[in-house]
């Protein structure tokens, strides 16, 4: 079955630095998320994807954030000068040819901030 | 904002007892999703409910849409030690935002 990878696994930073973090969606899906775990709490949206622009995204998704697919299978998350309480597991998901269809998720990439 | 409660938190039970999540939307939804979450894993989807007072089942599992699609529930008859996880539900309004609620963790004894 296709999945939702994501890279890395796990990301360890300095604060202020930036950080990239990577998806590769599942290859004929067309929507794309980005959402937010701090430990022990619920899942949070940052922000969705689709047709190579931000559809919808949340107020924690600010400034410091950016998304990008610079190819036809890849899809970004950039966190810029990172702080101590960007450290949560970061989840990709896709869909596919309807925005209300299942999103399937990767397994996450957990970034600590030092 | 718009926000997706749910209760209960935890719950604990006995293998083979009843469990029920409740979740309740400040607005109207679309549709409504709910995920499972295992220890250390992700999000994985179980089931998608669209229309207003709909029912669905999934072996143990039946899922409930409000009349209103504000609000639904989760019920998982005689439980077993392979449900033991975090249930979210996700509303989604008619934009691309997914709201998930801050889920329900499920603990099992054997």
């Known amino acids: 079955e296709p999945e939702v990878t994501q890279t890395p696994s796990h990301q360890v930073t300095q604060m202020g630095q930036e950080v990239i973090l990577r998806c590769v969606p599942i290859s004929n899906h067309l929507y794309f998320y980005w959402y937010r775990q701090i430990l022990g709490q619920k899942v949070e949206f940052l922000v969705s994807?689709?047709?190579?622009?931000?559809?919808?995204k949340s107020e924690i998704f600010d400034d410091q954030f950016s998304v990008e697919r610079p190819d036809g299978s890849n899809f970004t998350l950039k966190i810029r000068s990172t702080k101590l309480e960007d450290s949560a597991m970061y989840f990709c998901?896709?869909?596919?040819?309807?925005?209300?269809?299942?999103?399937?998720f990767g397994d996450g990439t957990r970034l600590s901030i030092l | 904002g718009q926000q997706v409660m749910q209760i209960p938190q935890y719950q604990h039970v006995q293998e083979g007892e009843d469990f029920t999540t409740y979740c309740n939307s400040s607005t109207t939804l679309s549709n409504i999703q709910w995920y499972k979450q295992r220890p250390g894993g992700h999000p994985v989807f179980l089931i998608q409910?669209?229309?207003?007072?709909e029912v669905k089942k999934q072996k143990r599992l039946t899922f409930q849409f409000g009349e209103a699609k504000k609000n639904s529930s989760l019920h998982i008859t005689a439980t077993q030690t392979t449900d033991v996880g975090t249930y979210f539900c996700a509303g989604i309004t008619g934009g691309f935002k997914t709201i998930f609620g801050a889920g329900t963790r499920l603990f099992v004894k054997a």
């Open positions: 998901a896709s869909s596919g040819g309807d925005r209300n269809q299942p999103q399937h």
């Open positions: 409910l669209v229309k207003s007072g």
């Open positions: 994807f689709y047709n190579n622009e931000i559809s919808e």
